[in-house]
């Protein structure tokens, strides 16, 4: 069984696969990351802040009659991190709605790792994940907005592989 990176950065043995839905999935975000810069949050939080702006005012539908608009609940949450916890990472995330009003942070890293945070509509949990789109091992962690500790896993996470 090949070695893969876990969540952690440790290695493991597991091969998990991704379905044909995330591989199309993968595709179409590697296309649209397809040269976006690798540029640090410090620098461009004002353009951060107008994403944020942005998707608060999101109505209902906005994806082809679909999707709510993110809640304040993980805007807030994704606000403070930023700011408290994501502010020192050379590379700045993507944000993007969820259909059911979350917020995802994402991060593509060395044209190789693709790190998404996704926050739920309610802000009290969330998942980490990681896909290998060379190999396309995928890996998912629970994630606790609330908690530093989660955030760690996190900035550990993208610092390991940026």
């Known amino acids: 069984m090949p070695e893969t990176l876990s969540m952690d950065g440790t290695p493991t043995t597991s091969t998990p696969s991704l379905s ?12 649209y990351w397809k040269g976006q810069k690798a540029t640090g949050y410090n620098g461009h939080h004002t353009r951060v802040r107008e994403r944020l702006a942005e998707l608060r005012r999101l109505k209902p539908g906005w994806m082809d009659g679909e999707g709510v608009g993110p809640s304040s609940l993980a805007l807030d949450v994704v606000e403070r991190a930023l700011d408290s916890h994501l502010a020192g990472l050379v590379v700045s995330p993507q944000v993007f709605p969820t259909l059911d009003g979350g917020v995802q942070l994402e991060w593509f890293l060395q044209d ?4 998404a945070v996704e926050i739920d509509a309610d802000a009290g949990t969330g998942d980490i994940g990681i896909v290998d789109v060379k190999t396309r091992k995928d890996d998912t962690l629970d994630l606790f907005p609330s908690s530093p500790s989660s955030w760690r896993k996190v900035v550990r996470l993208i610092e390991k592989h940026s």
């Not at 044909?20 to 296309?31: D, G, P």
């Open 20 to 31: 044909k839905t995330n591989e199309e999935w993968i595709e179409k975000r590697l296309s």
């Open 112 to 115: 190789r790792y693709h790190v």
